[in-house]
Nanobody, 114 residues
Framework: QVQLVESGGGLVQPGGSLRLSCAASRSIFSFNVMGWYRQAPGKERELVARITSSGSTYYSDSVKGRFTISRDIAENTVDLQMNSLKSEDTAVYYC????????WGQGTQVTVSS
């Protein structure tokens, strides 16, 4: 069974930065795609960014130019660097991986507030 463990959430002021990390229990090459989703209170879970096994990336329009997804193959981690954070980025962020089935982390809270 695959385990995904997120870290790096917290409270940050508008305009600040945070870096989320997702550690996988096996080689990230075994996943077709890995990514980050988020869910704000009262809203549906939405895709934020993803990276394929070939290294191709995708970003939602709401974070393009501010967030960067990256991976460390040796450490089996996928990170999300979040810059210029806005209050509307406040949500629980979930790591996701797909390898025939969907795998989810437990989520980490990101709160952007002054």
């Amino acid at each position: 069974q695959v385990q995904l463990v997120e870290s790096g959430g917290g409270l940050v002021q508008p305009g600040g930065s945070l870096r989320l990390s997702c550690a996988a229990s096996r080689s990230i090459f075994s996943f077709n795609v890995m990514g980050w989703y988020r869910q704000a209170p009262g809203k549906e879970r939405e895709l934020v960014a993803r990276i394929t096994s070939s290294g191709s990336t995708y970003y939602s329009d709401s974070v393009k130019g501010r967030f960067t997804i990256s991976r460390d193959i040796a450490e089996n981690t996928v990170d999300l660097q979040m810059n210029s954070l806005k209050s509307e980025d406040t949500a629980v962020y979930y790591c996701h991986a797909y390898a025939g089935i969907d795998c989810w982390g437990q989520g980490t809270q990101v709160t952007v507030s002054s």
